[in-house]
């Protein structure tokens, strides 16, 4: 099992930045994707960035220039730096986690509020 705890979100004005951390402990040595998704009021959840061992990090379209995505693997927290925040980034964020051991296992934190005032 993995274990994640959040941190990070909270209410910031438009143009503003947050910096989301998920600490991961537990069966950790086999984690190959650290992500951050966030779900909106009535919309499904969505990617907004992923890092994997071997490749590049990739981004949602909507978010690309303003959050970057790290991964502190001696910590074993991954990190959202979010700035130049807008209304629409909205949402509760969730960590991702997933591991391979003879399959593929994946972990959800319990989500983090970000709310972002216009």
């Known amino acids: 099992q993995v274990q994640l705890v959040e941190s990070g979100g909270g209410l910031v004005q438009a143009g503003g930045s947050l910096r989301l951390s998920c600490a991961a402990s537990?069966?950790?040595?086999?984690?190959?994707?650290m992500a951050w998704y966030r779900q909106a009021p009535g919309k499904q959840r969505e990617l907004v960035a992923a890092?994997?061992?071997?490749?590049?990090?990739n981004y949602a379209d909507s978010v690309k220039g303003r959050f970057t995505i790290s991964r502190d693997n001696a910590k074993n927290t991954v990190y959202l730096q979010m700035n130049s925040l807008k209304p629409e980034d909205t949402a509760v964020y969730y960590c991702?986690?997933?591991?391979?051991?003879?399959?593929?296992?994946?972990?959800w934190g319990q989500g983090t509020q970000v709310t972002v005032s216009s």
């Open positions: 991702y986690v997933r591991r391979y051991d003879f399959g593929n296992y994946v972990y």
């Open positions: 890092t994997t061992w071997g490749s590049s990090p």
């Open positions: 537990g069966r950790i040595s086999s984690i190959n994707t």
